[in-house]
């Protein structure tokens, strides 16, 4: 997401955050976001996914439309108050999450990373709960970027706040738990002149410059039975699920 919260949130200010999601920039971004993100997950029907900092469930209850079996976790009540009406909830720490080893598909994180004090232990515990084959999407966003340039997001709350992983600090930590790739997409900005016109060319002319992308999104194929991971399609979950 492109917006996100760090202090805790109570209902009200939840559903003000959820409206972000509903203005003209927001549905814009989270179209490309969205878009980016089922992308890089891959075939998702009948997957077992969490959904790590789901804030108010923007993504789980797209998950869940596209056929997985979603689980959004978040630290704070108040958006999981709204969170709740879009697929199953539970309040954690991305730090230390309730879920048993190797007991998923996938785990997706969006906007998340910037905003915890250890990163590389939310992605070491996103590769604990995946199983061996599964796959780890994380998106991150990039100041470093049209957006971070015309917005300016580092100069107000909560993106002043926020720790930003440079793009190859972000694939190192990934490579840590199997075969890693970055990827950008959103190049284009709120305050974007002619944004409808200008937005689209933008964001067929990032394909070649991936790395001026507000979103970095880091997908991992996790390693399989002692086997490196390889970044085509998911493998298949076992049978029965």
């Not at 490309?32 to 900092?53: F, H, K, M, N, S």
């Not at 995946?130 to 580092?154: C, E, H, K, Y």
Request: aromatic share 4%.
């Amino acid at each position: 997401m492109t917006r996100n919260a760090t202090a805790t949130a109570g209902p009200a200010t939840a559903r003000r955050y959820d409206a972000w999601f509903e203005s003209p920039w927001g549905r814009y971004a989270w179209r490309i976001e969205t878009q980016a993100v089922l992308a890089a997950l891959g075939p998702i029907e009948g997957r077992t996914v969490a959904d790590i900092g789901c804030g108010t469930g923007q993504l789980l209850e797209i998950l869940a439309r596209h056929g997985a079996t979603a689980l959004g976790i978040d630290s704070d009540p108040g958006m999981l108050t709204v969170a709740a009406a879009r697929g199953p909830t539970a309040r954690a720490d991305a730090h230390q999450l309730p879920l048993a080893d190797a007991s998923l598909d996938m785990a997706v994180t969006v906007a998340t990373l910037e905003f915890t004090t250890a990163p590389a232990q939310v992605l070491a515990e996103m590769a604990r709960i995946v199983r061996p084959g599964g796959r780890i999407v994380a998106a991150t966003l990039n100041p470093a970027s049209l957006w971070g340039i015309l917005d300016m997001p580092a100069r107000r709350s909560p993106y002043a706040s926020g720790c930003f992983l440079p793009c190859p600090r972000l694939l190192a930590l990934g490579r840590r738990h199997g075969q890693a790739r970055l990827r950008g997409a959103l190049f284009a900005a709120g305050h974007l002149p002619a944004r409808p016109v200008l937005g689209p060319a933008l964001e067929n002319a990032g394909k070649i410059m991936p790395r001026f992308g507000a979103l970095q999104i880091l997908t991992v194929q996790t390693d399989s039975d002692g086997l490196p991971g390889t970044l085509g399609s998911p493998a298949q979950p076992p049978p029965g699920r």
